[in-house]
């Protein structure tokens, strides 16, 4: 439910079509959907309550925020540093540093 279609429309057709002719049974289950809608988890940021244990640093939350807008414009890095209203050698130079190129 949480899998954000970025081929919209197309891509969830695909995914259902692909299901139902490779469904081992008469239903079709999540372990007929593709790995990456199966795996799929989203990267919301949540701001934790007032238990200090919960909080992240602010790095982390930098770090989940821009995965979160990448994942939101499906890779395109030029549109996120828009987004994020940072420059593009920016983006890229904390990917690296994130290990997320």
């Known amino acids: 439910m949480a899998y954000p279609w970025p081929g919209n429309v197309r891509e969830l057709h695909n995914c259902i079509e692909r299901a139902v002719a490779l469904a ?3 239903q079709i289950t999540v372990a007929d959907l593709p790995d990456k809608v ?10 934790a309550g007032d238990d200090p244990s919960e909080l992240i640093s602010l790095e982390e939350m930098e770090r989940r925020y821009i995965l979160r807008v990448l ?31």
Do not use: F
Request: hydrophobic content about 35%.
């Open 24 to 26: 081992r049974y008469d």
């Open 38 to 47: 199966q795996h799929h988890r989203p990267s919301y940021v949540v701001v």
């Open 71 to 101: 994942e939101a414009v499906a890779g395109n890095k030029t549109l996120a540093a828009q987004i994020l209203k940072m420059g593009r050698k920016t983006l890229y130079r904390k990917l690296e540093h994130y290990g997320a190129s």
